[in-house]
């Protein structure tokens, strides 16, 4: 078995990009590649932002120079 990682989408939400696959186009595997990728990216930027927001109070206002 594969070990977790942080950004693993849940099985329910994979189970949802399965469905969705077009058999028409091009193969699952890269459709769901594609999915997973798109997702794991905005799972990533999430995470920044929010670390990025436990150091920078919101809403951000620079200082006047």
């Known amino acids: 078995m ?3 990682h ?3 989408p849940p099985p ?3 189970e949802q990009w399965y469905d969705a696959i077009d058999d028409e186009s ?6 769901l ?11 990533h930027e999430k ?3 929010d670390a990025m927001h436990s150091v920078v109070p ?3 206002e620079p200082e006047a120079e």
Request: charged content about 15%; glycine content about 4%.
């Open 47 to 49: 995470m920044l932002l």
């Open 2 to 4: 594969t070990p977790e």
């Open 26 to 31: 091009t193969s699952w595997k890269q459709q």
């Open 58 to 60: 919101q809403p951000y």
């Open 12 to 14: 329910e939400l994979v």
């Open 33 to 43: 590649a594609a999915r997973a990728a798109q997702w794991g990216y905005e799972q």
């Open 6 to 8: 942080p950004i693993t």
